[in-house]
């Protein structure tokens, strides 16, 4: 085979990776903008506080949102808090243990920081809550992270087309389907107890990720999920896990 026979081979194969690594997409920053339909989404998750604070406003306009809290910061104290925000219609999603860029971490361990969380959430809510949402620390993500999680049962991995804590700017920013990025945090409860009830005079409709992006009802099991280090080497959804 020839230089050029070679380079081409060589072309021929780099393509074929790529093409074979990019085999599940399930990466979205904003839903359909035929419906007049949006999606508020609260990261992190620190302090209950600052939960409630959200919750109390999201509660006073009859609207929902999907919380992404981080595993590891999640609090046993604050179940409460954490089954109210799910029986008002709210939605949890995934967003790692601890917090780390998920692009520099091997298969196994994007499993882990999945379902470490997962587990802690079922701890909370005293149900299996089958987690199918998921926003990777700082947005990044690449096709590794997804065949992670989507091995591990998430339909969605989450980004953001508004990320505005003024409410004037938000409200400019947003458009039919837009996944709009807050934090739970002072600063973003005081925007959203301005913007909510103007997006809602606007006609929004303000749900869950899930529902903006036509994903399944989350239905709560009983058995809990409980933590195997096995789960993160084999392709094994928390749901299908068996129980202790």
Not at 159 to 173: F, N, R
Not at 214 to 225: D, H, M, R
Not at 228 to 244: K, Y
Request: with cysteine; aromatic share 8%.
């Amino acid at each position: 085979m020839g230089r050029r026979g070679t380079l081409l081979m060589m072309i021929f194969l780099l393509l074929g990776c790529a093409c074979a690594e990019k085999a599940v997409d399930i990466t979205y920053r904003f839903g359909s903008r035929e419906e007049q339909k949006i999606a508020v989404t609260i990261d992190d998750c620190y302090h209950a506080e600052d939960v409630r604070a959200v919750l109390d406003i999201l509660q006073a306009n009859d609207v929902r949102a999907t919380f992404f809290p981080i595993g590891k910061a999640l609090k046993y104290e604050d179940a409460a808090l954490w089954q109210e925000v799910v029986a008002s219609g709210c939605e949890i999603g995934n967003h790692s243990w601890g917090h780390t860029y998920l692009t520099k971490l091997s298969r196994q361990k994007i499993k882990f920081q999945m379902l470490r969380t997962q587990e802690k959430v079922d701890a909370l809510l005293d149900c299996h809550y089958p987690m199918q949402v998921m926003r990777p620390p700082m947005g990044k993500t690449n096709p590794k992270v997804e065949e992670s999680v989507a091995a591990v049962g998430y339909l969605a991995v989450v980004k953001w087309d508004v990320s505005e804590t003024d409410p004037v700017k938000a409200l400019a920013a947003v458009q039919n389907g837009s996944i709009l990025l807050f934090h739970a945090r002072k600063k973003d409860a005081k925007c959203l107890s301005v913007l909510i009830p103007q997006l809602v005079a606007e006609g929004y409709q303000l749900v869950t990720v899930s529902e903006l992006l036509g994903l399944p009802e989350i239905v709560c099991s009983a058995e809990k999920y409980v933590y195997h280090r096995r789960d993160t080497e084999e392709n094994i959804r928390p749901d299908a896990v068996p129980q202790n």
